[in-house]
């Protein structure tokens, strides 16, 4: 079964860090475009940052110098590392996989994980 599973998200203080996961199962990641997209209540699901099949890496602008996503091949999993987080980061994250071209609009995208809550707040 063709499958991704986000992780590591949870409750942290404006300011902050945390490191999401996005394991794959059933494929092999590195042939794929991942994306992190993020949806707050009541918004469109946003693309945030993604790792293309050649290894080149996109973030929006208002995540830029704040956080980093890698892809770890041997694991199967790419990673996104948030930093300095504000309460505008806060929303549902979901990696999705591409496979084929890939940015970061969600059209690209055919398969997605269950997605994990991220909460900044004091």
């Known amino acids: 079964q063709l499958q991704l599973v986000e992780s590591g998200g949870g409750l942290v203080q404006p300011g902050g860090s945390l490191t999401l996961s996005c394991a794959a199962s059933g494929f092999t990641l590195d042939y794929y475009g991942i994306g992190w997209f993020r949806q707050a209540p009541g918004k469109e699901r946003e693309g945030v940052s993604c790792?293309?099949?050649?290894?080149?890496?996109m973030y929006a602008d208002s995540v830029k110098g704040r956080f980093t996503i890698s892809r770890d091949n041997a694991k199967n999993t790419v990673y996104l590392q948030m930093n300095s987080l504000k309460p505008e980061d806060t929303g549902v994250y979901y990696c999705?996989?591409?496979?084929?071209?890939?940015?970061?609009?969600?059209?690209?995208?055919?398969?997605w994980g269950q997605g994990t809550q991220v909460t900044v707040s004091s």
């Open positions: 790792i293309n099949i050649s290894g080149i890496r």
């Open positions: 999705g996989a591409a496979g084929g071209f890939s940015d970061l609009r969600k059209v690209w995208y055919g398969r």
